[in-house]
């Protein structure tokens, strides 16, 4: 059987990729690998699933609570939350070994997925995903009689120890600010308000009415056009978009104008700095943030680690240099001091702690960061493989990286699934990166076809 898992769990379309078969599977695994039986006071392991707002989530909660208390592991339902609330129960209570959380995140609503937590709120690292896969639909001795787990739905405990959290991390009275909130009828529908509420304050809310199929549909982070109208039309200090499990934020400043993952993170960055919190002067990105990003960083004098693309990959680097403050272009951030994975809402109150803090706006406070003009292309029908070894393309990109400078950059990226390269070029205008984009991937395309 080939990997089922991908960079954020398994997903897929609901009810053919992602069945109820396969997602008991899942739980009888995740609990055979995490422990069964008793601990030394007598209670079972114990796991925690929460789900997004698509209908396919409620037979897939069902199933994953039927197999992991089949392999002897208490459960608890939590409903519909964001997947940071699974993340941080699993992190913050004892007695939660596992956390599952059932989202296809910015996908459209037909699909879904699944992904797990490990005791202390991170996400399984790929060896265990493979030793799970391993157990799917082996035999061993199942428990029997009281040996086997009790399923509880409790809702009110996991928001309220979520929502406290979040409230005693931003840590200031947010009194006085209006906040537009696109909670992309996802995860963060009562979350994200009620947080930003009880924090102080004034939130005018959108796309909050899930009906079990219009998450993430022309709304949320990936749609940001209606949450842009909002936020000028109701003098709202700044706007956020969260996608479907609120794991993303994006941005909108009081003028309308979109302000994505690599504007929060640099803000933020220096804003941490200032005021000495920022671990090592240094802001963890992926290869896919903007130049202008890593361009502001250096003048500020603020360091720049660049990973592959992914969170994990972002988390990873985070946890061994010891650094504080990472995330991606798509506003998938993480502010490790307060949470183990990204977390949509927490950008949303760090971002409104450092706006009611400096008397300013968020344009005035994101501006020293320029993006750099950028073309992406997609050269699909190409061996991908020799993408990074072919010697035509390798000289065509050392030419345009020496055309660009200081002021640009090529960035080559084999699909992982498909026949496809996609070709990247940031340059000190659109039209040069334009042109050399085209350019490279003429060249690409050429020596790299599939016969």
Excluded at 9 to 37: P, Q
Excluded at 54 to 61: A, H, P, Q, V, Y
Aim: glycine share 10%.
């Amino acid at each position: 059987m080939s990997r089922i898992f991908g960079t954020d769990g398994v997903r897929g379309l609901a009810n053919v990729d992602i069945t109820a078969s396969l997602a008991l599977e899942l739980g009888e695994a995740a609990a055979r690998l995490i422990g069964t039986g008793t601990r030394p006071d007598g209670t079972k392991p114990r796991a925690v699933i929460g789900r997004d707002t698509r209908i396919s989530g409620e037979f897939l909660d069902h199933a994953l609570a039927a197999g992991l208390a089949s392999a002897g592991m208490d459960v608890v339902r939590v409903g519909v939350v964001s997947t940071p609330t699974v993340a941080h129960l699993t992190a913050s209570h004892d007695d939660v070994d596992l956390g599952v959380m059932i989202s296809a995140s910015h996908n459209p609503m037909p699909d879904n997925g699944i992904k797990f937590f490990a005791h202390g709120g991170y996400k399984l690292a790929d060896s265990v995903e493979d030793r799970v896969q391993e157990l799917l639909g082996t035999q061993w001795e199942r428990p029997t009689g009281d040996g086997v787990g009790e399923v509880e739905y409790e809702d009110d405990w996991a928001v309220d120890s979520y929502i406290d959290h979040l409230v005693a991390a931003v840590g200031t009275n947010l009194r006085g600010l209006r906040i537009a909130v696109d909670c992309a009828n996802g995860g963060a529908s009562e979350l994200g308000p009620r947080a930003l509420r009880e924090a102080g304050a004034d939130v005018v809310v959108l796309n909050a009415s899930p009906d079990g199929r219009n998450i993430n549909h022309k709304s949320g982070s990936t749609h940001p056009e209606q949450l842009q109208a909002v936020t000028v039309a109701s003098e709202a200090d700044f706007g956020v978009a969260y996608d479907g499990d609120a794991d993303r934020c994006l941005a909108v400043d009081r003028h309308g104008n979109l302000i994505d993952g690599d504007k929060i993170m640099g803000a933020l960055a220096l804003n941490l700095r200032d005021n000495g919190k920022l671990a090592q002067d240094t802001l963890v990105v992926t290869v896919m943030s903007n130049l202008g990003l890593i361009l502001a960083m250096r003048e500020a004098g603020i360091h720049t680690l660049q990973t592959s693309v992914g969170d994990r990959y972002v988390l990873e680097a985070m946890l061994a240099g010891g650094y504080n403050l990472g995330g991606e272009q798509s506003g998938h951030i993480i502010a490790s001091d307060h949470a183990t994975t990204g977390d949509g809402i927490l950008s949303s109150l760090l971002l409104a702690r450092m706006v009611k803090e400096n008397d300013g706006d968020l344009a005035q406070l994101t501006s020293f960061i320029q993006r750099l003009p950028q073309t992406l292309i997609n050269v699909a029908g190409v061996d991908r493989s020799r993408a990074t070894t072919d010697p035509a393309v390798q000289q065509a990109v050392m030419e345009a990286e020496k055309l660009l400078g200081d002021t640009g950059r090529v960035l080559l990226r084999p699909s992982g699934t498909e026949p496809l390269v996609r070709v990247m070029v940031e340059a000190h205008t659109q039209e040069q990166a334009d042109r050399v984009a085209v350019s490279l991937a003429d060249v690409v395309k050429e020596n790299l076809a599939l016969s």
